[in-house]
């Protein structure tokens, strides 16, 4: 929806805009039939970019709760980073009326309870789209000069696309996907333990037995209410399982840790108005680069369909929102100039990789080589090896450049010792994250360069995922 903002914003001709959701108007935005399933935190950068760009801004009822920044704890509580960026915990289920109603204002289009079920070609574009009708199964075609595809991480748009493209249609399932869920409770306070729950910071908690492959978190939405859950990468979950002889899943997971939380107690689902049938689901986030190439003839792909969330923490709201503002300036252009080919439409992705993609593949090499490490490591990388340096920069969004780990001095040989190869794998991936920024930094200005571009791409990024598959860097 702020995709279509945006365009309506940026064009001064009258373009005729149709946002389709699947959903009925009341609960319009929402991702499955558990609701608007996330962890509702956003920055306050990406907002203020927002009111800056587009003059949107959002407030109560849509924002619930303001935090000082986000905490990061080791398994054993002993370590935390804190990354001092403001920030707010959304209500995602109200957050689209509002972001409806600001479209509506602009002149944009709806319909609701219609499945876009396929892309409709014609001499090598892409021209509408098939739907359905949720509410009576009827079927219909809708035709447009360039079809938008939001629709979340399960996308079969782009899945389904049938011209030949840049996009790539699939994603690596389980290198690159993560099994997520959460609570939104109401509880009384028990004991006071802010590494459990802190009304000022969302705290994000490293545990490989807790949240194998992901991490797990508490996140604020008031002084007796929280959104609580974990992430979990299968492949890692199985091996955790094996490892420890048991048989959990995302859902005992989640379970375990809100009971294991002494700060919550007596807890109940939320259950006002603006929480109802959304205080328990789970879904999936891709936790990978955004699609190497984000247009076609006709068609572009935005948010968890173009594979954009951080690879790091999920976070997809953000980069979504700059992408949004980006997306409907080139859409306003490209409708304007009447090229809505792949080459007219190809400042999309120039602009996006600039502005914030540029560091998403690093982002992943790291998220690959963390998802390898015990909690053992994370304890010792935590106290000995992040240093103030590195939390700024993670609060900037920056990778990490783990100067603590560089071996430049003996006394820094002796800290690494004890964990050589965690140290290595640090050095490795910090130098990585360098070369793929650079990388990205060529990205080409037109279609015509992108082949070669992301073949060298692609064997830089291979030799990482051969270095970190599977295997833990120490026991
Ligand atoms: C448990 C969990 C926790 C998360 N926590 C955070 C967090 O704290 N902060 C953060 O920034 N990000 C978080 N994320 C990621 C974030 O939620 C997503 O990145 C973001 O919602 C993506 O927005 P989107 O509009 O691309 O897709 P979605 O929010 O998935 O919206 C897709 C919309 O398209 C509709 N739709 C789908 N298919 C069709 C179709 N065929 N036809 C018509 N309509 C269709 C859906 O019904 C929905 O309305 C989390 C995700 C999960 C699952």
Known sequence: MVTAVS??????????????????RSEVGKKTVSGWVCGDAVSKNSLEYLASKLGIRYGSPEVEHAVHGVVAYSPDHSSKAVFDGEGYVLNRKLLPQKQMNDAERLGVEFRYEASAEGLHAEGGGIRGVHCRSTRDNSTFNLTAKL???????????RTGLPIESFIEKEIDKDNDMES?????LKF????????????????????????PGGYAWVFPKGENKVNIGLGVQKRVLDARNRRMGRRDNL?????????????IKNWRLADGDEDKGNAKGSWQVPVRRQNDCMVADGYMIIGDAAWMPRP????????TVYASVIAGSVIAEALEAADTTERGLWKFNTEYVRTY??????FEILRRF???????????????????DDVESITRREHPEFERVAFGSPARILWALPRLALARGLRYTAMKSRKLIQHYMNYPSSPDGFPEWQSKFRAELREAYTRFSGSRTST
């Open 188 to 211: 009384d306070v028990g004991e006071r333990d802010p590494t459990f729950f802190d009304q000022d910071y969302c705290i994000i908690h490293l545990d490989q037995e807790i949240a």
């Open 7 to 24: 365009a309506a914003h940026h064009s001064d001709q009258n373009l005729r805009i149709l946002v389709i959701d699947r959903n009925a």
């Open 180 to 184: 997520t869920g959460r609570y939104i």
């Open 357 to 362: 993609g540029y560091r998403m593949a690093s």
């Open 147 to 157: 079809v938008v595809d939001a629709t979340g991480s399960a996308s079969r748009l």
């Open 370 to 388: 963390l998802q390898t490490l015990s909690n053992e490591d994370l304890n010792y990388g935590m106290k000995h090896f992040l240093g103030e």
């Open 251 to 263: 859902q005992s997971l989640i379970d375990e840790y809100v009971r294991r939380n002494p700060v």
């Open 312 to 319: 790091v923490d999920a976070g997809g709201i953000g980069p």
